[in-house]
């Protein structure tokens, strides 16, 4: 086939978009399904074996058998999970992206570079609109069960009293979690119940149903997105489900 | 209804395909309390004739006639529960279990009631026990017993209801001299007694005949029905064990075989 | 007991996973006596199918489950007693089929409600109300089928043959059975996920099987031991924080090998004194 | 055939799948005269177990699950013929146990590097190099095996005791099978993953079962009706992009339903055409 | 080793737990060409006495030889494969397709070998289906036959390679008459024509007597054992079928339950 880009993830699409509109990219990660339960379907792998090159994240894309067998490979993250999360972790990885992408079609070097500028200051732009939307969850801050989320609310400054599910997800969570959750609930009234929608949010669920007199939120956001999101928009999407819960 | 219908009637029943029958127009009667034995060679469909009678099986042609009444799906139950059978092995030995009284019974009617009708029945299953001879072994585990004794704790769960028609397909094969004596003696006892009527597959006419009725040669279909004292003639012997063996032998789809029906 | 009675969590547990245990425990007897383990795996697996389906069809997805669970054991056990296929292989391809089915059927639809790691592994720490609702509308049938049909069923494994015989209705019996199966199976899924169930059906009366003398001891005995593993196992669950249903699963194997060396022991002391 | 053969990462998939399909449906034939479809389900989740021993103890991971696999197998062929135990029920003990273990020590560890869904689902359009080379590993021993001892394992399945009693080493071929079907499992794993070996294992035979009439003409129809499954789920898979593995399956399970239709249509025909 | 070992013998043979033994110091010997019967009530431990000589039992004391060597794990196969047993029943009626025809091809030395080695001997299957008159159904499929039929089958493949020693549990047990007579015949014929032992569990002693060399009356303990011709004390069948059976019939853990030799 012609070549192009293959991402891993709906995310990482969003990235190249950002810099490079024109480029023929796929994701191999259908819309909507889980990363976890993914398998490859023959037109994907043929997409994959005929890509001139593949951006991945591989602490979050490791389990994914079979993806050695490529041209050209470009970690993104080998060593944060969901780092597309955090504007800052995409500032830093930005340029080096930016540069994999004007060596794969030089012809567009120029446009990618200025995309660049433009991506850079977007994502302080986003930074800066999730820094006053999260304003509310400083005091109250949340509680999750997946840990998609944690590295950029913790970046962000929001206390995270609890992670649920430790490893991967899909762990039996033990009783004693899952009573330090209750308390942590209790010990920290307003605190948010932050999930993920393309999770199973069985524990927080139940948490909720254990809140007691306590008004609690439960949040589900949505890190991954679809393809052909770009990330601005990815981010903006959480930030109106945020909002949205927020105004309910 | 008749007022003292035959406990049992074969009408007419078949089995098998047209062109190769495994039984052919079978007529039978039995009347409360008779004994009848069935002989014949291996393979002649004695075994295939008591699954029919007791609904094992379904006729081709021909229906099976139980105390005046057609056996049928909506009679069946009511029926059958009358009936007991002594199949010629049991089809798969189970490794559950099971003592022997429990094992006996199994054969009771309301063994099979929800738990709360239940009732003890221990004498009638200690009785049934003792008619043979098994009643030392009450107690044990049905899956440490000989080929015989578990034989005779078969054959005291077929009675242990006092059914009114006892189907036994070679009953007296795993048993002792002695045991296979007492059986044929017991039945006989049981028909005369209580009226139960008896259809016993047996290869060895000799130990029988002073017990039956009456006794059916059949191969395929009944070629002589000699009642106690007649003499069973030899060209019956040989037709069922001679020349026409080689028509039981042939595989059934062999084309160019001809049935002896048909020669001229 | 380090705070056990005092946890909300394992206290709210409790109920569910005891109602759990005397049901699984009393059905794991005929799944014995009938060789159905294989059965309650395969039908366990067939939800998914049952998944995938509901989610094709945007059906509810557990009544759809449960319905799929109770129709492949009705299923299997119309197709069981035909000549030449014996019951293994007919579990063997049913389960092939089901599985394949359930995941061609999800691999094309977004699964965004779908709680597969749910179904696979269960949770019987998070029993919503609707659950405790559900669980209980579920146990209700299988024990009256269990107090109806108990002595039939036990007869019918030891000797169907001849139950047919005396016209009993051996066939219609057989089907309730596998549907009480599958009943049951669903239920065991709810809590303990797809790759427990089998645990919950199997090791209860797989304990109490060598020591039982019939229908009824082996039943007692089989409920007596899986209560033991289950509160144990929830037991050394909080105190060690570990996955609750797999460690009750692991403290019935416990109990299963106990009870076998404790047999194996007496048994091989008499047979040493006689010689 | 719309690209089929000129798609490159189907022509990759082909050999190893029909490798897999001449080993998995030579096996089959035992499988299903044994009644080992319930130890073949039992040994693909065991593997599981072996995963989770290999995370906990740092050992390497498809190795170690390979092992677990075959040793399972083996305790199986040990304990199975004891007294008072039926094959069914050791299997599902096994089974719960060896699931329960694996959740449990799975749960400790850190699990980002485990491929669970790879295990679970596998994937047999990515063989890399080394699989390929593990693949034709496996395999020479399975095939070896198969000529040295099919025949004693065909008449160990219709009547063990009598062999025994001819001085035959019935335990000694009766773990090497065991064994050799956990070997052949561990290699259907790698490609069908642990959910769909049984269809691998089973369907083949199953589908061939009623049209056999011993041995050889069975060995020969399921492998003839296996590649044809295995040719054309690729195909469809291809066709509809559909997942590989689970499409074969389907397919074969198709195979197995035309096969059974065929034959009670010509059965029905001929019964109808007797009356 | 002696020129002319005997082919079977049992020394002191005991089995089962030493206060309940269910085989008490059986000494028995076999030479080649005789044919033994062996009587005993249901439970007496004929089948147990033929699982032991062909190795599926261990005896809990004494040994058996064959052909004058001790029965050991080492050589174990080398010496059965002399050896034929045909079992009281099948252990579990298997559904595979088999021909009647490799059903027999299994009693063959040969038929385990690898793939590569394996000839045909199809003189030889027939043979042995002629022998048992099944010729006719070489190429059926097992599982259609009869349960005579099939006993017939699994006779031929017991006799398929001509082995020395030839065990039988109640070979006769589905056979029909003339199936028995042929049966008895045939084995008296082998034994004298090819030096064949034959082990012959059977029920009925008149049956036997006219074909066998002796006679062994089993039951716990080898009580007597006549030659052809000789008759068999009363007493012999009183302890065997009368008084003793109480002793087999009580549960074998019962306690204050003594045995007859423990009397004065
Ligand atoms: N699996 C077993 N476990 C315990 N005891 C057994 C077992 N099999 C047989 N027995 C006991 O051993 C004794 C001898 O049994 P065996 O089968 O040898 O008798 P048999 O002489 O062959 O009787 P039959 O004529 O009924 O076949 C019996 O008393 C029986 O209770
Ligand atoms: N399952 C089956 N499928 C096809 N044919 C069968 C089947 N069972 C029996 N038959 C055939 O039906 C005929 C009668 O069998 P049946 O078992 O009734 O004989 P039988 O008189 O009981 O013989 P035996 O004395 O050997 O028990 C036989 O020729 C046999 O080949
Ligand atoms: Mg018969
Ligand atoms: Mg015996
Ligand atoms: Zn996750």
């Keep these: 086939s012609a070549g192009g ?48 090159l593949l951006i991945r994240s591989s602490y979050d894309d490791r389990h994914w058998s079979g993806l050695r067998s490529n041209k ?114 209790r010990k920290h009234p307003g ?58 | 209804m008749a007022a003292n219908p035959p406990a049992l009637r074969l009408n007419h029943v078949s ?101 709360w009708f239940a009732r003890r029945n221990n004498e009638q299953i200690a009785h049934a026990l003792a008619l043979t001879g098994m009643q030392k072994h009450a107690e044990k585990d049905f899956r440490a017993l000989s080929g015989g004794q578990q034989q005779r704790v078969r054959l005291a769960r077929a009675l242990v209801s006092s059914p009114k028609i006892l189907l036994l397909d070679e009953p007296a094969a795993a048993l002792d001299a002695r045991a296979q004596a007492s059986l044929y003696e017991l039945l006989r006892k049981l028909c005369d007694d209580t009226g139960m009527s008896v259809v016993m597959v047996e290869h060895d006419i000799a130990a029988i005949s002073d017990f039956v009725n009456s006794v059916a040669c059949l191969n395929r279909k009944i070629h002589h029905h000699a009642m106690r004292g007649e003499t069973i003639p030899d060209h019956v012997w040989r037709d069922m064990y001679g020349e026409h063996m080689h028509i039981v032998a042939h595989d059934a789809h062999c084309i160019g075989c001809v049935h002896p029906e048909d020669k001229p | 007991m380090s705070g056990f009675f005092e946890s909300q969590v394992m206290l709210e547990a409790l109920g569910p996973a005891t109602l759990i245990a005397v049901v699984a425990s009393s059905m794991s007897v ?95 720490l998070m029993v919503s109300e609707q659950d405790r609702f559900w669980l209980i509308c579920g146990s209700v049938p299988v024990l009256l089928a269990l107090l109806v049909a108990a002595r039939p069923w036990w007869a019918m494994a030891f000797d169907a043959a001849s139950m047919r015989a005396m016209g009993l209705p051996v066939q219609a019996y057989r089907l309730m059975l596998y549907a009480i199966v599958g009943l049951t199976v669903v239920m065991c899924v709810k809590l303990a996920g797809i790759v427990l169930t089998a645990g919950m059906l199997v090791l209860p009366a797989a304990s109490a099987w060598l020591w039982g003398r019939g229908l009824l001891s082996m039943w007692l005995l089989s409920l007596a031991l899986s209560l033991a593993g289950t509160w144990l196992g929830l037991y050394v669950s909080y105190l060690h924080d570990l996955p609750s249903g797999a460690t009750v699963v692991l403290l019935l194997c416990a109990v299963f090998l106990v009870s076998r060396s404790a047999h194996w022991l007496l048994h091989h002391r008499k047979a040493g004194q006689s010689h």
């Design chain 1, 5 to 52: 880009i293959v991402t891993t993830l709906p995310p990482l699409t969003g990235l190249v978009l950002l810099l490079d509109a024109d480029v023929d990219v796929h994701c191999l990660l259908p819309p909507g399904a889980d990363a976890h339960d993914f398998q490859i379907t023959p037109r994907q792998a043929q997409l994959l074996k005929g890509a001139d």
């Design chain 1, 72 to 185: 050209q490979v470009f970690d993104l993250w080998p060593d944060q999970g969901h780092a597309w999360l955090s504007p800052r972790a995409v500032r830093d990885r930005l340029p080096a992206l930016a540069a994999t992408l004007q060596k794969l079609s030089p012809q567009r070097s120029e446009q990618i570079a200025a995309a660049l500028e433009h991506a850079l200051t977007s994502s302080k732009v986003v930074e800066a609109a999730w820094i006053m939307a999260l304003a509310p969850l400083y005091e109250s801050g949340v509680i999750m069960q997946h840990n998609a989320w944690q590295t950029t609310l913790r970046e962000f400054g929001v206390p995270v009293w609890g992670v649920l599910e430790t490893g991967h997800h899909g762990d039996d969570i033990g009783p004693r979690q899952l009573e330090n959750a209750l308390e942590l609930m």
């Design chain 1, 191 to 248: 605190a948010v119940l932050w999930g993920n929608q393309r999770h199973p949010d069985r524990a927080l669920y139940w948490l909720r149903e254990h809140r007691g007199e306590a008004e609690v939120k439960l949040l589900r956001f949505d890190p991954l997105g679809d393809c052909g999101m770009t990330w601005p928009q990815l981010m903006q999407r959480n930030l109106d489900l945020l909002a949205g819960h927020a105004s309910q």
């Design chain 2, 15 to 115: 089995f098998g395909p047209a062109d190769a029958r495994i039984l052919d127009t079978i007529d039978l009667q039995l009347d409360a309390g008779h004994f009848l034995g069935i002989v014949g060679p291996n393979g002649a469909g004695k075994s295939t004739l008591l699954h029919i009678i007791c609904g094992l099986l379904q006729a081709s042609d021909g229906h099976v006639d139980l105390f005046g009444e057609c056996l049928s799906r909506s009679s069946r139950r009511r029926l059958l529960s009358q009936v007991r059978f002594l199949p010629q092995r049991q089809e798969s030995m189970s490794s559950m279990p099971v003592k022997v009284r429990n094992v006996v019974g199994m054969g009771l009617d309301d063994y099979h009631k929800a738990l």
């Design chain 3, 30 to 124: 005929m799944v014995l006596a009938h060789r159905l383990a294989f059965l309650a795996v395969g039908v366990s697996h067939a939800t998914l199918a049952g998944l995938g389906i509901a989610v094709v069809l945007a059906l509810p997805l557990l009544p759809t489950a449960a319905v799929s669970a109770v129709v492949v054991a009705l299923l299997l056990g119309v197709i069981s007693p035909q000549r030449g296929m014996n019951e293994d292989a007919a579990t063997g391809v049913l389960f092939a089929g089901a599985m394949a089915l359930g995941i061609v059927l999800l691999s094309g639809a977004s699964k965004h409600e779908v709680d597969l790691f749910g179904l696979l592994f269960g949770n019987i």
